[in-house]
Nanobody, 116 residues
Framework: VQLVESGGGLVQAGGSLRLSCAAS????????MGWYRQAPGRQRELVAT????????NYADSVKGRCTISRTNTKNAMYLQMNTLEPEDTAVYYC??????????WGQGTQVTVSS
């Protein structure tokens, strides 16, 4: 499985962005997808995950109510709608997938910068 993110950019505080993650290869084998982020000088942290079969989602407390994770039924695309962005949301956002045979697959990351 290969993952490619898109949709990052520069936005003012209070604005919105929609991140996309395209999965190729054995996308049918993906059972969990998610978004993580890493700000400068900080560890990579969970943003949100989604079970690709059940649709059950999980969010970090810091983004609850502001972000929505979704995926296509074919498991080849995943999205993160981010609203009411804050400067603290500035980070590189990584797409993540767990498959039946691989515990973690990562994309190359997309930069999100929120100006105050």
């Amino acid at each position: 499985v290969q993952l490619v993110e898109s949709g990052g950019g520069l936005v003012q505080a209070g604005g919105s962005l929609r991140l996309s993650c395209a999965a190729s290869g054995s996308a049918f084998s993906i059972n969990v997808m998610g978004w993580y982020r890493q700000a400068p000088g900080r560890q990579r942290e969970l943003v949100a995950t989604i079970n690709t079969s059940s649709g059950v989602t999980n969010y970090a407390d810091s983004v609850k109510g502001r972000c929505t994770i979704s995926r296509t039924n074919t498991k080849n695309a995943m999205y993160l709608q981010m609203n009411t962005l804050e400067p603290e949301d500035t980070a590189v956002y990584y797409c993540y997938a767990r498959t039946l045979s691989t515990p973690s697959v990562w994309g190359q990351g997309t930069q999100v910068t929120v100006s105050s």
